[in-house]
């Protein structure tokens, strides 16, 4: 019998391993500028800085990095040098929170950009709401984080004062990828598919809103597990269900082996996906099959705004290894927007940061309005974006395309 | 319901990739009463192991050629890994607590795991596998892609390769007199150890194949592609009854196939569309495991002593 008990001892492990999917931070101490004399502020960040959705949490780290090292280089507030602190959440909330617990004990943490999931910001929020620590998102597109939980019913409530965005919400991105199906693409028979988390339902419920009510049809409807690589079931199930395009809420490490599969399995449609799955890194995976999938993301892309030509030439400059991804100019935003808050801190206190600094960073941060990389920024009574521009791309010829740039019509 | 021929085939090439890497699982658990968690990633292994001999064979070479090197290349890094692990992992712990060598394995686990992140290069997100060209392929109302072809002849060929070892050859025999005694076979002049260590490569080799096999039919590999689904693959040993090599192959299938029409069909029973769907699919595997469990502990063919090996 000793070895019936080891076996169950294992199944327990087993069970519970499947929950704990790789769990464990690692500090990775941003590039400390050298700094002379004066206050140091830490701009916190945080994102997945590995596993599968590095690719944006590496882009969203270098661009605070170069925000960061740019103020300082230029003295943006004098006599005060920014440092980052980034930690990896791993794009687990568990960890996010772990990481937030630990920026809000660092003092010289003035403000935090990040994190890349909405889900991993609703674990954060409440933390730094506590320490009045303000918290800057490049990427969460999650309504309710800053609308409520009845976002949707019209009776929107802020829920967390310290909490900002540069990204545009689900609210609108869902219902802008509707239109251009419906409208544009003339695609009215859509498979519906998301994968669970908060990102990923939400905006499918938004898209399925706004379809529904432009005359598409929803031929059917799948949750996947994005742990998983093997879709076959799922994949059959569009294939017989004859949708002529599919729509998926949630991320590309799902995304492109999910569209991969798709078109091997003979049904030639489209994957449609929100910024999500808007990643060089969903090139890769999807591989050639991948070509003709579209993808709505937030703002006009980076590479053609006038403003951005600085960031993107800067970013070359400073050599960092991975690309800037989807996010990079909204992180770039993200940091400024709150190093900006600091100058005028310290500009209305005579040059020297006031005690109680992290509650008028908040209050300061309504008041931000600059030029940034990827348009006006400045932010609304929700403390979302007043940036509302979308675009949608398409996979053509290896990469990403703009087709159509807008606002919500 | 005309989709049921589909996802039958969709199942049993999950779980042939199941089966093979159960196997490995299986065999080792047969002869030394160790879970060895860490198969999972020596499966990850062979996947790099694979992937490195593409990447290093000059350009434009075809993927015919390049497949019989990509196995070799896979089977010699997963084989060495864990070959390596046995000895000096879990050797020096034979004869301890039960319990440290399963430590120990989670350990080794999660150190392969990270020792890839880390050290391969790009290896941080997922790095894409050479594809066969061509198809699919239809009979019928079945559609087989060519990456799924691997899979199904591979998987019946090593299993009645390792049939026929284990049964007709010197080494077999050895391994199923340690597998039902180990002293006894000591004292009639079996080396034990070399049985013992010959039970890891063989899983390895097998899991090396599954990893070729895997990144066939889904186009990459990554570090964490050992988890989940080692994870499934024991849960497959023990579902076809561990220390059973063709028990882990037909666990293997039943929860491949169990999977996938669970995936399929669930949502479609009134009132169960909550719980139905692919997102549900491990759920649904873990029910069937705990079922098997609950009615006949045994495993479905049982770990009989006889067969074990």
Redesign the interface.
Known sequence: M???S??I???V???G??TL??CGSRDAKGSDSAGGGGTTVVIGVDAPL???L??LGLGIKNSVDLAVKQANEKGYVKGVTFEINALDDQAQPSSGQQNATKLVADKNVLGVVGPLNSSVAESMQKVFDDAKLVQVSPANTSPSLSQGQNWNGGEKKRPFASYFRTATTDAIQGPFAAQYLVNTAKKKKVFLID??KTYGAGLAATFKAEYTKLGGTVAGE????P????????V??I??SGADVVYYGGEY?AA??LS??IK???AKIPLVGGDGIYSA?FI??S?KEGEGDLATSVGAPVETLPSAKDFVANYKKAGYKDRYEAYGGYSYDAAWAIIEAVKKLVDDNGGKLPDGARGKVIEAMKGVSFDGVTGKVSFDEFGDTTNKQLTVYQYKGGAWAPVKSGTLG | M??LP??LV??L??GSMYGLVAIGYTMVYGIV?L?N?AHGEIFMTGGFGALTVWLMLPGGTTLWLALPLMIIGAIIVAVTIAVGAERFAYRPLRGGP??AP?ITA?GLS?AL?QAV?AWYPEA???R?FP?IPG??Y?LGPI?I?T?DIFLLVAAPVSMAILGYFVMRTRTGRGMQATAQDPDTAKLMGINTDRIIVVAFALGAAFAAIGAVAYGLK???V?F??G??LG?KA??AA?LGG?GNIYGAMIGGIALGVA???A??YI?EIPGMQQLG??????AWA?VL?ILV?LFR?QGLLGERVADRA
């Open positions: 000793r070895h019936r080891l076996l001892i294992a199944s492990v087993t069970t391993a499947l999917t790789a590995t596993g599968d590095s690719a994968d669970k799948d949750h996947v597990d742990e998983t690589k093997d879709f076959s079931s799922v059959t199930k294939k017989s490490p492109g082996p991969k599969q091997k399995a003979g890194d890769k995976l591989g | 005309n989709e589909q996802q969709n199942g090439l999950l009463q879970i968690f039960r319990l399963l989670i999660l795991q992140w941080k997100s997922s894409s594809e198809g699919p239809h559609t892609q990456g889904y186009g990459e990554q964490r592609m988890f989940l994870l024991f849960t023990v561990i999977e996938t029409l995936a399929a949502s769907g692919q997102s549900w699919a491990n873990f495991l469990l502990p």
